[in-house]
Nanobody, 115 residues
Framework: QVQLVESGGALVQAGESLRLSCVAS????????LAWYRQAPGKARERVAT???????VYGDSVKGRFTISRDNAKNTVDLQMNNLKPEDTAVYYC?????????WGQGTQVTVSS
């Protein structure tokens, strides 16, 4: 099993930056992909960015050019650097990984962007 713990959420103003972090523990040796998702009130959970163990990244259209996902395989961490934040980025952000067909999620961290 894998445990994920996110941190870094905060209340910021539009245009500001924020960095989220997620630490994985437990059976981390087989982790391939790590991803950030977000869920705004009343909306479906949305994939924000994914990073593979190789470093290959995939971004959602709404965050391309503003967000950067990175990982440290030695420390089992994945970060999300968010720049030029917009009010529509307001959501609970979750870290996720999948191992042997089982999805593991963190508890989430709240990001609120005021206009």
């Amino acid at each position: 099993q894998v445990q994920l713990v996110e941190s870094g959420g905060a209340l910021v103003q539009a245009g500001e930056s924020l960095r989220l972090s997620c630490v994985a523990s437990g059976s981390t040796f087989s982790i391939n992909t790590l991803a950030w998702y977000r869920q705004a009130p009343g909306k479906a959970r949305e994939r924000v960015a994914t990073i593979y163990r190789s470093g290959y990244t995939v971004y959602g259209d709404s965050v391309k050019g503003r967000f950067t996902i990175s990982r440290d395989n030695a420390k089992n961490t994945v970060d999300l650097q968010m720049n030029n934040l917009k009010p529509e980025d307001t959501a609970v952000y979750y870290c996720k990984t999948t191992q042997t067909g089982v999805d593991y999620w963190g508890q989430g961290t709240q990001v609120t962007v005021s206009s």
